[in-house]
């Protein structure tokens, strides 16, 4: 909370028909940190107004283009804070950029931009702007994947040997894009999406994750990016071999075309004492496997957890939370950031993850395109 309440957001795109701008929207106001009090919802005025009626925004900040938005906004005495974007990727690069140099704080969904060249671009414009940079990798706000972090970090697993990350969904098994499905048209759209389909939709977060708990950043990579489902134009499955700095070997899996997979996110991380295992649906648990000793299964909201785990659970023990919370984790860590005037916002993935993001999108493309084999990783100055 500021001085004189909660922190003040407005939000572009999420209206009716999107998926990711409720989750958003319900997140930042979950703990009562954040209030939607403007937004620029849709292209669409009666869709504007119909979302802005529906979050409990006034109609005179129910505004037709961002561009609009922020500067009002920014020239308000109450106005906006922080700028949700949740967009299509196409989007994102200009709409944190406006935000940004009009003196607000941006939190924006996956990836960071709809490719490597606006995404250091947009690197450079945080850093001049002195605001806040958040990037919704929404996993690494899981109590559990941030306790994995946290027995990482500690050494508990000794020298980190191998990393094994798969994302595997089966949504897009058909060509469902050409029958009109809103979610899976921009998805599957290069002009919309940018050069990657899964593994810019999905391989990021698996990218994200596995860097975020095992510690380390991907050196190389040998990619496989395909394209299964015959009309699509960009890939729908992926298969990545990862060196990591410091010599862990890696492999990561992400799939749209893994017929009858929901959201079927695992992290397992091996060391020379033991591993552990994490599974998005079944988040609230840990699982670490040690050489030498039985195997613990670690649940959310114990008291025997490291404080960043703890800290990311608002019930006790074996009452599950789950995406929104997550989502949420992230918003109220970037709330207490800007409320006490930080220079960053702790755990919450910033515009270097961005760029490292979408260096992987590229990378991996192009590697596969070109029958490469193993090439570098390039490594962001930011």
Request: glycine letters at 12%; proline letters at 4%; aromatic letters at 6%.
């Amino acid at each position: 909370m500021t001085a004189r309440g909660p922190i003040r957001l407005a939000m572009v795109g999420g209206g009716p028909g999107s998926f990711i701008g409720p989750v958003h929207r319900m997140a930042a106001e979950l703990d009562g940190r954040m209030r939607l009090v403007a937004g620029a919802f849709s292209r669409d005025p009666a869709k504007n107004a119909q979302a802005a009626q529906a979050w409990g925004v006034s109609a005179d900040r129910a505004y037709g283009d961002y561009h609009a938005m922020i500067a009002d906004e920014a020239a308000r005495a109450d106005g906006a804070e922080l700028v949700a974007v949740v967009t299509p990727n196409h989007l994102h690069f200009d709409v944190s950029a406006v935000a940004l140099r009009a003196g607000l704080h941006v939190m924006s969904d996956k990836p960071a931009t709809l490719d490597l060249a606006q995404a250091s671009a947009l690197a450079d414009i945080v850093a001049a702007s002195g605001r806040l940079y958040g990037l919704t990798h929404v996993y690494t706000g899981y109590p559990m994947v941030r306790e994995a972090r946290e027995i990482v970090r500690r050494g508990d697993l000794g020298a980190v040997r191998k990393i094994v990350v798969e994302y595997a969904q089966g949504w897009l098994s058909r060509p469902i894009e050409q029958a009109g499905d809103k979610q899976a048209g921009w998805r599957a759209d290069p002009a919309q999406s940018g050069v990657g389909g899964c593994i810019g939709d999905i391989g990021v977060h698996a990218f994200n994750i596995a860097e975020f708990v095992g510690g380390a950043r991907v050196e190389r990579l040998s990619a496989d990016v395909s394209t299964v489902v015959a009309g699509r134009v960009l890939d729908d499955d992926c298969n990545v071999l990862l060196r990591f700095e410091g010599g862990a070997r890696g492999v990561l899996v992400a799939s749209q075309i893994s017929a009858g997979a929901r959201n079927g996110l695992k992290l397992q991380v091996y060391g020379e004492k033991g591993g552990l295992t994490w599974r998005h649906e079944r988040h609230t648990e840990l699982t670490v496997d040690w050489l030498d000793a039985p195997t613990q299964v670690l649940h959310a909201g114990s008291p025997y957890l490291s404080a960043p785990a703890r800290v990311a659970s608002r019930i006790p023990t074996g009452h599950p939370e789950g995406f929104i919370e997550a989502f949420a984790n992230l918003y109220r860590d970037m709330a207490d950031a800007i409320a006490e005037g930080r220079a960053d916002a702790g755990l919450v993935p910033d515009i270097a993850d961005g760029v490292r993001g979408m260096a992987f999108v590229e990378t991996a493309v192009a590697a596969s395109r070109a029958g490469d084999g193993w090439v570098a990783l390039p490594r962001s100055p930011t």
